[in-house]
């Protein structure tokens, strides 16, 4: 009886969290080390729920401190909605379409709105409606860079409900990795490193023409090659300038193999156009390796003063200002890597978890 009373009592919070499915896009990553840091913080004030596919993989690493519900697909349309109320509903991205049957305090963490300018920026376009509609329903809002509070409020109606501004963790701790792993495709030359998945956001094939410009490197691009944005602009790009040999696509790698990568490269490249968060180049600083950004987005914010930007991407303008900037950078190297390592682990998890709990908290 008193179990039961305990339980009735117990306030749970759900965390909308079935992106945890695909560990190598950046959803999938946020939910997965949020989850992670909310079970180093140890909380006993509240209960969370995790709805999640794989629930079995999950109570493996994190056993009975998460409750558990299943992740069903046919739960995104509105008659088959979670009934349950819950003390807190957690949305874990602007994109998914599970939403709560009846009325609960619901918080949404937005991570962009890149889609205003991939997909349509009509306010009537299905996608725009869906984000106003759980803009609306916000008891609180969370966003993972000032840049993404800025361009949501730039482009929708932002509820007057309280808004936190909560940075990612750089997932990366230990820089330590077998001295004897290489890689299924490496080069014995020295190489720039960049990963992220194969699209036009991302930009790669700006670095492919920097390459024809610095004749001493090569360059590693992992990521899904599988899209038409590998298969045709990249591949193009490569063939005629003549790079098969100095570029090598990867398609996804492990975490032993970025880790590599990371480590052995003589620097990072993050040509992006579009980012919300960007993680890859603070966990490139967090070896100590100069990185090179779009000043524009959130990496100016997330990269911060000691990287180096390109302001467009003429081919011989970005070699030009990755030359000065290696220059810059082996002149101070150890300053730099210090400077660079020290960036990367003020980005925390467990320091991000314990915020999201304290935005819990206020809502009870």
Known sequence: MATKEHEKMTKRVFLEAHNIKNPYFGFGQFNYHLIKGLYNANISDFKIVL???????????????????????????????????????????????????????????????????????????????????????????????????????????????????????????????????????????????????????????????????????????????????????????????????????????????????LKNCSAFMFPSLREGFGIPPIEAMRFGKPVFLSNNTSLPEIGGKHAFYWDHYESKYMAEVFTEGMKNYRAKKEWFSKQYIAHAKSFDWDEAALRYASVYVSLF
Not at 80 to 88: A, T, V
Request: charged letters at 25%.
């Open 51 to 261: 709805h999640v596919k794989d629930i079995a993989k999950l109570k493996a690493e994190f056993g009975d401190y998460f409750e558990y519900k299943k992740y069903y697909s046919f739960r995104r349309y509105p008659l088959f909605r979670i009934r349950k109320k819950y003390e807190i509903w957690h949305s874990l991205n602007q994109n998914i379409k599970i939403e709560p049957q009846s009325y609960c305090p619901y918080i949404l963490t937005v991570h962009d709105v890149n889609f205003i300018d991939e997909v349509s920026n009509n306010p009537e376009h299905d996608r725009n409606i869906r984000f106003q509609e759980k803009l609306n329903r916000s008891s609180a809002i969370t966003y993972i860079s000032e840049y993404a509070k800025t361009s949501t409020h730039q482009h929708f109606n932002v509820p007057n409900v309280p808004e936190y501004v909560i940075h990612n963790g750089n997932p990366i701790q230990s820089t330590d990795i077998n001295a004897n792993f290489v890689p299924r495709q490496t080069t014995t030359r020295p190489f720039l490193f960049t990963i992220g998945e194969c699209t036009p956001r991302k930009n790669f094939h700006t670095l492919v023409d920097m390459l024809k410009e610095l004749p001493d490197y090569d360059l590693v691009i992992s990521g899904n090659k599988n899209t038409d944005y590998a298969r045709q602009e990249l591949a193009e790009r490569i063939k005629s300038n003549h790079l098969e040999k100095r570029v090598i696509l990867t398609d996804k790698i492990s975490d032993i193999e970025k880790h590599y990568y």
